[in-house]
Every structure is written in C-alpha cells, then in structure tokens.
C-alpha cells in the first residue's frame, strides 16, 4: 500500500488488445476527468504493451493530462503477473491516489493481483463514482475528498457506496458502457512518459497457444430498440413472441441474466451487470422483474416499457410506460397496433405493411 | 502420486430467491430470512477437481471459511467425491473484505500442505467481484488463469486449460502450481452419489457436534459436555466422517490481516433499492390502450 497521498494523480489503466484500445478506458477518461478537477489533481492513462505508442495521443484527445508509457515486447500480449509487476512498480514510484480499471475479462484479471499486491482496497464492478467526504462513527473525525465506489450489491437487491480511507491507492473496476466519454479533442496537449520495464522470467507463467476472438454475433449497444424477455416469459416457445415483436419494430432481441441462465436465449444477449449496459431509445422488458443488476444495464434507455404480471414488479419503478398483463395478451396487441401505425384498427389495410419497413429502418441491429 | 487439489468453496444467500419476506423494515436484507446455497461456479470448480483427480490421480481437498452452518457445503462436498473437508470459522474471521479473505484462504491453503492446483468458482452470486480467485494465488505467490472452461492435460509439472473471456477464447498452458477460477460454462457438476450421502451425512465438524450436544443436555456441566464432545469426536475421526475445523490462530493467520481491521475497504453507506418511482404511466392490456401507447410512441418519435 502507499500512504494517503492528496497530491497524486487519478490513474486510468489504458486497456488495450493488439494495439487498438476498447471503449472503456476511454469512458474511464471521462471520468477520471471529472475526479481528477474535483481534485485539483492530473489524470493519468498508463499505457502497457508492444508498439503501443500510437495510442498515447488518443488518450490524451479523450482526457489524459499525461501518459505513463511501459513498452517492451513481452507485454505484447496480456498476463496478469508481469502486468501487475510493471503498475505496482509505477505505482510505487508515482503514488497516484486513485486507479481505476474497465470491469473487463482483463480488468478483473489484473486489477485484483494488482490490490493484493499492494495491500489496498480494490471494489469491483462499479457503476458511478463520486468525491465525497466519510464521516467516522462518535466523532472520530473525518475523512474529506475520498473516492466514493457505487456498486450495486447482493443480486443487486442493494447499492453500496465503498469506500477506502488509509491503504491506497483507492482503487476500483468500473463496468463497461456506464461512463459517458469526453469528445475527443485532438488540441489537447499531454506529456507522454516513457517508463522502465523490469521483468525477469517468473513473471510472465503463462504461455498462450492459441488465442481466438469472436465477434459478437448480436450488437446491443447500437440498436435503438431492444425487446428484453425475462424469467417471466416462461419458455423458450413463448421467448418466440419477443422475436416477433422485434421483427415487427426492426429492434434486438435482448435478456436477463434469469432468461439467460434459463436457457431462453443465448448469453450474447443479456443486458445487465454481468452483460451488456445498453442506452436504446426505447426498452421494452416482457416479464423482466427488475433487479438492480438488471437496471444497471437499462435504466438509461430514453424510453422504457414494462410489460410484467406482478403489478408490484421493481421494473415498473423505472418504466414509463406499464402494462400489467401477460405478455400472451399484451405482446399480440402491440404488435397489432404496431403494424396499425398506432391507430386502433383490426382490419389492417395492405398498403400499411409498408409500415413494418418504415420501422425497421431506424435501427441497426 | 498425483496431484493435490485444493478446492475454495463458498455458501451463499441465494441472491435469485429475494423476497419481500427477506427484506428487513428499514429495507436492508434479511440474510437469515434468505436460503443458502453451494454458490454455483464453485461446483465447477469442484468438478474440475474431481475430474483432475479421476483422470489423473491425487486427491481432492475442500476449503470453506464461514459460520457453522457452512458445513452444509462441506458434507455436499464429500457427497460429490471431496477426500479431505476444512471450516475455517472465527469470529475474527468477519467482516473480511476480498483482501482480508484471500489473505486468511492463502493460510489455509498453506496448511493443507503441498498443493498443485487450486481451483474456485470465478465469483460468488453474493458480491461478484470475482476478485478472491486472483487475489489468492498473490498471496500465494502462483500464476492464476481465470475464466477457465475447459480442462485439456495435466502433463507432469504442466497443465493446459481454455479460458472463455466473453470475446473470445485462450489455450493456455502453465506450470503448476497455479490457481484456476472456472466457469459455470465448464463441464457439469456430477451429482451427489447415493451411497456417499448416506455415509456423509453423518460427517461433522467440532461445532457442531458442541452446538448438538448444547442442546440435547442442556443441564449438563461443562466437563460432561466436553468429555461427551471428545468421545463423539474421536468416533466420527475413526469413521473418517470428520470436518476439520481450523480458528485463525491454527492456520497461523496474523489479525493485523483479517476481518474488520484487515480490510482497506469500509462502507460508506448501503442503499436499499426503493425505487421512487418517477411514477410511469399505467397502461391497460386492451387494444385501445396499448394502441394508444404505441401512438405516443410514434408521435415522439422514439419509433417509427
């Protein structure tokens, strides 16, 4: 661990594969922004890999005060211990007050090697973060300006705000899709510094064969509008109704964790904490009761509808639009009106299957 | 000889079955009112072991930390095929952060002895953070390979594994010793044997044979009760029906490192979900309703 340490900087690990980052340290930029001006502090994106360079300019176009740059070729391809070795020596050497890690397969490799290491505190998974102060219990003081780590906690049946006041660096995973980036703005100015790599043999264990990446079949994040089923569907036949609505509004077909592990539909699919964190401009969520880890995901969305049997659902909590029924009833009369244009028409004329296209062509999914 | 598995298991609320009935007044959960479970991704964990044991010899030892009441996972343990069953419980032990706990599992994990692969779930329904998993093979001083799913070969000091990283998939191979988190893609838990559950469920650890015998012989002294507690104990070891039972001080643990005052990470504040309510507009299931709906929709633009 380091002392407390006002003066540091907010750090952001610079996830990257292959020499091309992701969206998340980018959005952590976003962030890391915002804390580190609260702060009055620099904000920090540390840079590992081979022939990495490049990337320096678009950390600092999304934010970046600085870039810490460890280049060396065997941290071409990720392993968490000789990773983990080069950021505790920076973070030894700089003392940065925060460290901030996207809630990736990768981020949630390292970052915990990395605490433990340290002897800090790590939170997973969060979804906001705030500067805040902590009061301690009878008048023991106060701590002022700590890093407040919101996650939602228990199945998502409570939010708890964490926090870490003596052993830092205060460090966190935040999920992926839940902070907003900055513009880039390729004005920006930044240092890049070039830091040692010391490694010896021991920290790099792993050997990889074979490494395969899969495009994912099913794209969430752009499609403008995504029907979600839930445990409530109740099968896989009726999941059927789902696609049908969706065929009919040219949206995606999205599920829950429940549905997922139920087998309804594939796991490319689930929206939530441990899926995909979707911002469609409207969600529709058949038989979704709606767990925090599922609104997590969701409660973005521009315009939301519930469609649920239990009029005491929390999904209704973040609806706009709730229909208490069974998806059996409720799904066939929406696609009715749908197809009607929003008009109360049983006798659809031909002319207005040209509707369905018109519909179809706002989305992307 | 084969290789020496050590398995970290945890029981945990069922996070899937919340109720209103869990819930306290002040809308912070009821963990009592809540039912426990084998936290999912750590019987595929045990799977793995078991598999590495059948396929290649060893032996399978199963690690929880937790009240009492853990042993349940312990003895659904030895139903599925675990040679060896540990209950770290100390009250000094909670509260434990991720920190905390790796720190107390990696002393555990050292007394047990030789150990060539350690394997958990990837993370528990209670708290994913799936951080334990990593933090343990630190503390260990071992790689770790987590996201595994697939087994391939154990070959001497070398071990070859698929990891599923959602993306993607990995082929990696690792000298042992070395930590695998598995996933709940990985091969199917095996379930209980008949004939081991009606041996196992007999198996016991110190205290809850000291709980039992509380209450069956309320009045009895204390001497009594402990003679009485050393005889049932020495039977069940005859038997090899015996959980082991470890406090923080016989894993050799240093307090600086455990429970509340080992953990960096305090909460600040727990919310329940209450949801406000923004307050959504109902919505009858007739046609005319959802017609109407849908008319809204279109006029704002949010489709069509």
Redesign the interface.
């Known amino acids: ?1 380091i002392e407390v340490n006002r003066q540091g900087e907010v750090w952001v690990f610079a996830e990257q594969e292959a020499a091309a980052l992701s969206e998340v340290p980018l959005e952590l930029l976003g962030k890391g922004r915002e804390l580190a001006d609260k702060l009055g502090v620099k904000l920090a994106a540390v840079l590992l890999g081979d022939g990495v360079k490049d990337l320096a300019s678009k950390l600092i176009a999304y934010g970046a005060d600085k870039v810490y740059l460890a280049e060396e070729p065997r941290l071409g391809y990720y392993q ?2 000789g990773y ?1 070795k080069v950021l505790c020596d920076l973070i030894h050497a700089h003392k940065p007050q925060i460290c901030l890690f996207g809630a ?3 981020g ?6 990395i ?3 340290m ?7 969060c979804t906001d973060l705030q500067i ?1 102060d ?1 009061e301690l219990p009878a008048g023991q003081g106060k701590h002022e300006n ?1 890093l ?2 919101i996650r939602p ?15 830092w660096p205060q460090m966190a995973t935040v999920r992926e899709g839940v902070m907003p980036m900055l513009q880039a703005d390729a004005t920006r100015k930044g240092d890049v510094i070039d830091c040692d790599v010391n490694l010896n043999g021991t920290e790099l ?10 495009q ?1 079949k099913v794209n969430l994040k752009s499609a403008r ?1 995504i029907v979600s089923g839930g445990a409530g569907v109740g099968s896989r036949e009726n999941f059927k109704l789902c696609w049908d609505l969706a065929n009919c ?1 040219g949206a995606a077909v999205a599920g829950s964790r ?1 549905a997922v592990d139920l087998g309804y539909i594939d796991r490319d699919h689930q929206v939530g ?2 899926g995909t964190t979707v911002r469609p ?2 969600y529709i969520a058949v038989g979704i009761s709606g767990a ?2 599922h609104r997590a995901g969701m409660a973005e969305s ?2 939301i ?2 469609i649920n049997t239990d009029k005491d659902a ?1 999904i ?11 998806l059996n ?2 799904i066939p ?2 696609i ?3 197809r ?5 028409d ?1 006798n659809l004329p031909t002319a207005e299957s040209g509707r369905k296209t ?2 179809g062509a ?1 989305s992307n999914a | 000889m084969g290789y020496s598995c050590v398995v970290l298991v945890k029981q945990v ?1 069922d ?2 079955r ?1 109720t209103g009935q869990a ?1 306290n007044d002040d809308g ?2 009821n963990r009592a009112a809540l039912p426990t479970i084998f936290n999912p991704e750590d019987l595929y964990a045990l799977e793995m072991a078991l598999d590495i044991r059948d396929r290649f010899g060893g032996t399978v030892a199963v690690v929880t930390m937790g009240p009492p009441a853990a042993c349940e996972v312990l003895r659904e343990s030895f139903y599925r095929g675990a040679d060896r069953c540990v209950l770290i419980t100390d009250r000094k032990a909670a509260a434990s ?3 905390a706990t ?1 720190y107390i599992l990696s002393c555990a994990v050292r007394k047990i002895g030789r150990s060539d692969v350690v394997l958990c779930g990837r993370q528990a ?15 260990l001083g071992i ?5 595994v799913q697939e087994l391939h070969v154990l070959n001497g000091q070398t071990i ?1 594994v698929t990891r599923n ?11 042992l010793p ?1 930590l695998l988190t598995v996933l709940d893609g990985a091969p199917m838990p095996r379930p209980s044997a008949g004939r081991r559950m009606m041996k196992y469920k007999k198996a016991r650890a110190r205290v809850e044979v000291e709980m039992d015998l509380a209450a069956r012989m309320p009045d009895a002294d204390q001497a009594t009760r402990s003679a009485q507690v050393q005889t049932q104990m020495a039977v069940l070891a005859e038997k090899n029906l015996q959980i082991e039972q470890w406090t923080l001080a016989d894993i050799g643990a240093d307090l600086t ?1 455990c429970g509340r005052e080992g ?11 209450v ?3 923004k307050g ?21 633009h ?3």
């Open positions: 661990m968490a211990n983990a990736t397969p990768i949630r490799d390292l970052a915990p090697r605490a433990s290491a002897k800090c505190g790590l939170t997973a998974d805040g902590h700590l407040l780590q906690a228990f199945g998502g049946n409570i939010i708890a705000t964490i926090i870490n006041y003596d052993r264990p792993l050997k990889i064969i074979e490494s395969r990446r899969t994912k509008v509004l429940a904490q441990t401009a409207l925090v880890q521009a315009k509808v519930a929390p209704f909590g973040v609806a706009h639009y709730g229909i208490v029924g069974d009833v409720v009369k929406l009715k009106a749908i009607a244009g929003g008009r109360i049983s018109k519909l706002g | 609320p996070t899937k919340i819930m912070t959960v952060d991720t920190l790796s329904i209670d708290g994913d953070t799936a951080q334990v998993g990593p933090q343990l093979a630190e503390k790689p770790q390979i987590t996201c070859r990283i959602g993306n993607g998939f990995e082929l990696v191979e690792c000298r070395v490192w953990s960096p990470t305090k909460v600040h504040r727990i919310q329940s979900i949801l406000t309510g959504h507009k109902s919505v009858q299931a007739t046609d005319e309703a959802v017609a109407g709906m849908v008319e809204e929709l279109i006029t704002d949010t489709i069509g």
